[in-house]
């Protein structure tokens, strides 16, 4: 056994393998088990050969996960004399998650795609692709659940790392006075923008707390050099009792 090995069982081996790939890593990554050894050859992050035992490609993947224990060493520069594939890992990956236990969501509401162009490399059925818009439509994971297809699709997603729950930015901001406007408050054009790519979609409202815990809502604009402040014209003040110069939360709705 190397030296230099170290154990696997702090280590999360599908987010390890991710890890060189994404870095563009090229070698042989050994893991030392009871039941043989395990192999996984990459070429500039492409994976070109996957082995444990009599097990090869994504089935070799999944028996290492369903059991992930051993030593690992990454040997740097070396190449497979005979290598049996040219994949993405994401590809590799989705069909070796394929095989393992289905397990309950770790997120039932609204996700957000990590990595589009990913998504773009992989072969996806009409009824997946289906699925993704409705996520992209920010359908709650719970809601698009019942199916099991789908249901293992969405577990899938999460694994590999691109589905994470959707979480909108909350800013605190102080309440400013602004007569350029009516009947709409403004926020800065670099939150704003933020907003927008965490619900996909142009903000229309937004929920304003007050430290005393109460909360209104707001239409909403986009406004320039702004910074940390929320602009609300006076008949919005004095409707919502809000004062100048309160801090507040501030998220979309």
Same mark, same amino acid.
């Given at each position: 056994?190397?030296?230099?090995?170290?154990?696997?069982?702090?280590?999360?081996?599908?987010?390890?393998?991710?890890?060189?790939?994404?870095?563009?890593?090229?070698?042989?990554?050994?893991?030392?088990?009871?039941?043989?050894?395990?192999?996984?050859?990459?070429?500039? #992050?492409?994976?070109?050969?996957?082995?444990?035992?009599? %097990? @090869?490609?994504?089935? =070799?993947? +999944? $028996?290492?996960?369903? /059991?992930?224990?051993?030593?690992?060493?990454?040997?740097?520069?070396?190449?497979?004399?005979?290598?049996?594939?040219?994949?993405?890992?994401?590809?590799?990956?989705?069909?070796?998650?394929?095989?393992?236990?289905?397990?309950?969501?770790?997120?039932?509401?609204?996700?957000?795609?990590?990595?589009?162009?990913?998504?773009?490399?992989?072969?996806?059925?009409?009824?997946?692709?289906?699925?993704?818009?409705?996520?992209?439509?920010?359908?709650?994971?719970?809601?698009?659940?019942?199916?099991?297809?789908?249901?293992?699709?969405?577990?899938?997603?999460?694994?590999? #790392?691109?589905?994470?729950?959707?979480?909108?930015?909350? %800013? @605190?901001?102080?309440? =400013?006075? +602004? $007569?350029?406007?009516? /009947?709409?408050?403004?926020?800065?054009?670099?939150?704003?923008?933020?907003?927008?790519?965490?619900?996909?979609?142009?903000?229309?409202?937004?929920?304003?707390?007050?430290?005393?815990?109460?909360?209104?809502?707001?239409?909403?604009?986009?406004?320039?050099?702004?910074?940390?402040?929320?602009?609300?014209?006076?008949?919005?003040?004095?409707?919502?009792?809000?004062?100048?110069?309160?801090?507040?939360?501030?998220?979309?709705?």
């Amino acid at each position: 056994m190397t030296q230099s090995s170290a154990s696997l069982e702090p280590f999360d081996f599908l987010e390890l393998l991710y890890l060189l790939s994404e870095q563009g890593r090229s070698g042989v990554l050994h893991v030392y088990r009871p039941d043989g050894q395990f192999q996984a050859w990459l070429e500039s #992050g492409r994976v070109r050969h996957l082995q444990l035992g009599e %097990a @090869r490609g994504a089935q =070799a993947l +999944t $028996r290492l996960m369903q /059991d992930p224990i051993g030593r690992f060493h990454f040997d740097e520069g070396v190449t497979h004399p005979d290598p049996r594939l040219d994949v993405s890992l994401d590809e590799v990956a989705m069909e070796a998650l394929e095989a393992l236990p289905v397990q309950d969501l770790p997120f039932d509401g609204p996700a957000r795609i990590t990595a589009p162009e990913r998504l773009r490399c992989l072969r996806w059925s009409m009824k997946e692709l289906d699925v993704l818009q409705m996520i992209e439509a920010q359908k709650p994971l719970g809601d698009l659940n019942g199916d099991p297809e789908v249901h293992r699709l969405l577990l899938k997603l999460i694994r590999i #790392g691109l589905l994470v729950p959707r979480r909108s930015r909350t %800013a @605190r901001l102080v309440v =400013a006075v +602004t $007569r350029q406007v009516r /009947d709409v408050v403004l926020v800065d054009e670099v939150i704003f923008r933020r907003w927008k790519e965490d619900i996909v979609r142009h903000p229309q409202f937004v929920a304003v707390k007050r430290d005393s815990g109460q909360v209104v809502t707001l239409p909403v604009r986009v406004g320039a050099n702004i910074t940390n402040q929320l602009h609300i014209p006076p008949e919005l003040l004095m409707r919502t009792s809000l004062r100048a110069g309160e801090s507040v939360l501030v998220k979309p709705v």
